[in-house]
């Protein structure tokens, strides 16, 4: 009996065993290393969204604001203290001023990192080189996963009467911008094979803005709008990452109306599906 006893605890602890890797490996750590853009479209939405679809996330943030690859690359080399890492665990923010890259690269085994260009030189190819290949070669010498996969962030031309300095790249035109981004960015990742995922927030924003919400995306120009704005980059970043549409995900902030939603839900989806055009919501029935 006892005999017995003893294989049928061993049976319940092995069970247990085998759960608690089954939900390790079910949690995704996300990395950012980026500026402002990247706070718009991961810190306040993603979680939430990835959780109503059933998925657990670890997101980190290494913040600069306006930060380009040309000084993260810099600061890499001269290891300086100068990032915010914003960290979310169980949907709860910690904030942790003064930390190096190596900080937060070394802080988790990230599945996933993020690499983005700031907002001015988005759409200017050449603003690229070498900064992103040598912060790409930091990050593999200090990343504890070596099966990382590595991300790049497209983010979103401006609105059409954004004050920003750095519209004048492009003529101070929506469109212009918007274009030379997908250029840009095509042919970055294209030259930069270690970048194995686009996320195309900035189709889906571009999307968007042809639906009844307009241009009122951003909320000075070139900053996310705090709701449906970055609630539509954020169902871009779900999709990318999961392979889960956002279409009728459930999570919907009481800040965010139903037809928002649907409108920014459906937006990142067709991003997805057709990263480098815009797809018109105008007419489409949601």
């Known amino acids: 009996?006892?005999?017995?006893?003893?294989?049928?605890?061993?049976?319940?602890?092995l069970f247990i065993f085998c759960g608690l890797g089954a939900d390790a490996r079910d949690v995704i750590r996300i990395l950012t290393i980026g500026n402002s853009f990247s706070e718009d479209a991961v810190e306040n939405y993603l979680y939430d969204l990835a959780k109503a679809a059933g998925d657990s996330l670890v997101i980190g943030n290494l913040y600069i604001g306006g930060c380009s690859l040309e000084t993260h690359s810099a600061n890499a080399a001269s290891n300086a203290a100068n990032y915010s890492y914003r960290k979310i665990v169980g949907g709860k923010k910690t904030v942790t001023p003064g930390q190096t890259l190596s900080y937060g690269i070394k802080d988790e085994p990230w599945d996933?990192?993020?690499?983005?260009?700031?907002?001015p030189y988005s759409g200017l190819a050449q603003?690229?080189?070498?900064?992103?290949?040598?912060l790409m070669d930091y990050v593999a010498a200090h990343a504890l996963n070596p099966k990382v996969k590595y991300i790049f962030h497209r983010t979103w031309a401006y609105a059409k009467n954004s004050p920003h300095k750095g519209f004048a790249n492009y003529q101070n035109d929506q469109d212009q911008m918007f274009k030379a981004i997908v250029k840009a960015t095509n042919e970055v990742t294209e030259k930069v094979q270690r970048l194995k995922i686009l996320i195309p927030a900035g189709t889906a924003i571009q999307n968007a803005r042809?639906?009844?919400?307009?241009?009122?995306?951003?909320?000075?120009g070139y900053h996310l709008q705090l709701t449906y704005g970055r609630y539509t980059a954020a169902c871009t970043w779900l999709e990318a990452l999961t392979g889960k549409s956002p279409v009728g995900n459930t999570y919907i902030p009481?800040?965010?109306t139903r037809e928002q939603a649907n409108i920014a839900q459906h937006a990142a989806h067709y991003a997805i599906r057709r990263p480098d055009k815009v797809t018109s919501l105008a007419k489409a029935k949601l």
Do not use: C, W
């Open 127 to 134: 603003s690229y080189f070498p900064h992103l290949p040598n």
């Open 254 to 256: 009481e800040t965010i």
């Open 210 to 220: 042809t639906s009844v919400i307009g241009d009122s995306l951003t909320r000075d």
């Open 112 to 119: 996933y990192i993020s690499f983005q260009q700031a907002s």
């Open 1 to 13: 009996m006892k005999k017995y006893l003893n294989k049928y605890l061993l049976l319940i602890i």
